[in-house]
């Protein structure tokens, strides 16, 4: 298993502040912690080097952004949109991301621990070295993937469609 975990956390700075008050160049080497936000939008943001603990962002769109180098520990993103985003080394540990949509985005190096993904949407979503373990993905859909370098273990694919897609 080749997946690149996100660099190192060291030194990073707490916030207070709510993602929707944080610029662009204060979205870097922050720990964001019990954050509860709904029904926000963020769009073409980049986000780098961050580590989210108990953050809740549900029911909003986080489009088009790019996220890279982040620990997401014990967070709710249900119901949220990351249409057309980019996760690059990103780990997801104990997360809850029902019903979120991914159309069109792209995962590299990203490991979704012991998360739950149910009836997400996946669709036309490039992945390549992912790992999903311990994760329900009941009810997901993915269909026309471009997959690569794709681990499951102890996986919970009931009822999920898959088409389209080449397993090999």
Do not use: W
């Not at 990073?12 to 939008?41: P, Y």
């Not at 019903?99 to 993904?117: P, Q």
């Amino acid at each position: 298993m080749n997946i690149v975990k996100p660099k190192k956390h060291n030194n990073l700075i707490k916030t207070e502040k709510f993602l929707g008050e944080i610029h662009d160049e204060e979205l870097i080497n922050k720990e964001i912690e019990n954050v509860t936000l709904q029904d926000i939008e963020i769009y073409d943001t980049k986000f780098e080097t961050l580590k989210m603990v108990n953050v809740e962002i549900t029911n909003s769109k986080l489009e088009k952004n790019t996220f890279t180098d982040i620990t997401f520990e014990n967070c709710n993103f249900s119901n949220t949109s990351f249409e057309n985003s980019i996760f690059i080394r990103c780990e997801f540990i104990n997360c809850k991301m029902t019903g979120c949509n991914f159309i069109e985005a792209r995962l590299y190096n990203v490991s979704f621990i012991e998360t739950n993904i149910n009836y997400a949407n996946l669709s036309t979503t490039s992945m390549e070295n992912v790992l999903f373990k311990n994760t329900g993905l009941r009810n997901s859909n993915f269909q026309e993937n471009a997959l690569k370098n794709i681990y499951v273990e102890n996986v919970d694919l009931t009822q999920a469609m898959i088409a389209k897609t080449s397993l090999k």
